[in-house]
């Protein structure tokens, strides 16, 4: 592809996509979200192109998955040596070194100095699944505390945890029993009407009161599951505080601290982990999406002396493929070596920029995020901070009608997660299409 900007050459869809979404009506799950009509036919960087020819600038990322961009050489190039030696021979029941390999790089790479042990799945959803069986199996406990506005996974696990909208959860009762939800730290718009700097974190302490006190037994609770940037919940940022009070709470009650940085891990931030911007340590951690640039692949990381299980307590014929292994080990290396420093400085940029916005625009409520995770909260007014989901939902539809590719988070954010090869122009670029769909929106 030549071009690194948008270039629409059809009306959209074109005629190609319209035929391929009709067949797609008839074959496909109707349980999938599509936002708008986007049929893909390839990609690089930080650009896809459509079966009709149109190019679009991707700030989603194929749900931030591809971290290196779309079809990084490197990471092509390591998916096809791989693949001509070795597929797949199941690391379940036998052993082969690139698996070994990533694992002691993970290890090396989580937060806390501590010696990790690594469990290696396919999805996001299946780290937590594992992280709560790892959590049971060693606590002993059944109870967990998680948060309002998390999105863990669609398994019945998982999705016990996920507080996000009861769509995902509709018909599909009963769920895991054992999970409690709190507030999580919305600082916009504080569910205590307090203000950050000055808050004792009573999202946080709920969990001790009233949570523990009148419900649930703390020494019951195996787990507190949370992101330490909350992503479908609208890329909400919380304060330090808020995490270092919930290692508090779980250290004191003997509770393990479980991150989920599915979506804001893997360099996205502009740190490997999400949790480095706030000096917090989890005791697990779930890892998926950006581990290997779009092939399945997730990990659970925990302490060493907590993945304490026996043979065939938990395992999976394919997680640790030997394929998306060579992914993500090329991943990784393009991360340490450039993409990391550029999610830090391009997200910088691009934030600068947008935090413009709430003077331009009176519909926008506020910004927030860290390197490439970046949300745009949408409202009525400034004054009541009225959440406003059909502008947001208008501007997702004016983006793609000018060629780029946003998604929601959230009951009225608009979530920008682009690829971490994305340029100062291409993060320009966005910005300028972003503010003229406003503009248009609310003129």
């Keep these: 592809m030549a071009t690194t900007l948008p270039k629409l050459v059809t009306p959209l869809p074109g005629p190609k996509a319209r035929t391929l979404i009709e067949r797609d009506a008839q074959f496909i799950s109707p349980s999938y979200t599509r936002s708008y009509p986007l049929v893909v036919a390839s990609g690089q960087g930080a650009i896809v192109e459509d079966v009709d020819g149109n190019r679009f600038l991707d700030c989603s990322a194929g749900i931030a998955v591809v971290a290196t961009g779309h079809c990084h050489p490197k990471v092509v190039e390591a998916i096809q040596r791989q693949a001509a030696r070795l597929i797949h021979m199941s690391g379940t029941d036998f052993y082969y070194e690139n698996m070994v390999d990533l694992a002691q790089k993970l290890a090396s790479l989580t937060p806390g100095g501590v010696p990790r042990k690594v469990y290696f799945g396919n999805s996001g959803t299946e780290a937590i699944e594992a992280a709560i069986k790892l959590a049971r199996y060693h606590t002993g406990r059944k109870q967990f505390v998680a948060f309002f506005g998390a999105f863990h996974g669609r398994t019945m696990g998982s999705l016990a945890l996920t507080g996000s909208k009861n769509t995902q959860k509709k018909n599909f009762f ?176 691009m934030k600068a920029r947008l935090s413009e916005f709430p003077q331009r625009f009176a519909n926008v409520g506020d910004v927030r995020g860290l390197g490439l995770m970046i949300g745009i909260e949408l409202v009525k007014d400034q004054a009541s901070k009225e959440r406003t989901p059909e502008l947001r939902d208008r501007l997702v539809q004016m983006c793609f009608e000018r060629g780029l590719l946003v998604l929601g988070a959230g009951p009225n954010t608009l979530r920008l997660s682009p690829p971490l090869v994305l340029t100062t122009e291409q993060a320009d670029c966005a910005v300028d299409i972003i503010a003229e769909c406003l503009q248009t929106a609310t003129r």
Excluded at 225 to 233: F, L, R
Excluded at 261 to 287: N, Y
């Design 174 to 349: 009963p769920l895991m029993p054992g999970v409690h939800h709190v507030p999580y730290a919305d600082c916009y718009r504080c569910p205590y009407g307090k203000k950050v700097e000055t808050c004792a974190v009573e999202c946080a302490k709920a969990i001790e009161d009233p949570l523990f006190r009148t419900i649930l037994p703390p020494e019951e609770v195996a787990a507190i599951v949370v992101e330490p940037i909350q992503g479908e919940g609208g890329y909400l940022v919380p304060p330090k505080k808020f995490l270092d009070e919930l290692r508090r709470i779980a250290d004191q009650h003997g509770i393990l601290l479980i991150f989920d940085e599915v979506q804001c891990g893997m360099g996205r931030t502009g740190k490997m982990f999400a949790s480095e911007h706030f000096d917090a340590v989890p005791d697990i951690v779930a890892l998926a999406k950006g581990i290997a640039s779009g092939l399945p692949l997730s990990a659970t990381i925990a302490r060493a002396e907590i993945m304490d299980w026996k043979p065939g307590a938990h395992a999976s014929t394919f997680g640790g493929n030997p394929v998306a292994v060579a992914a993500s080990l090329a991943t990784i290396e393009l991360l340490e070596q450039e993409l990391i420093a550029n999610a830090a400085t391009v997200g910088a940029h």
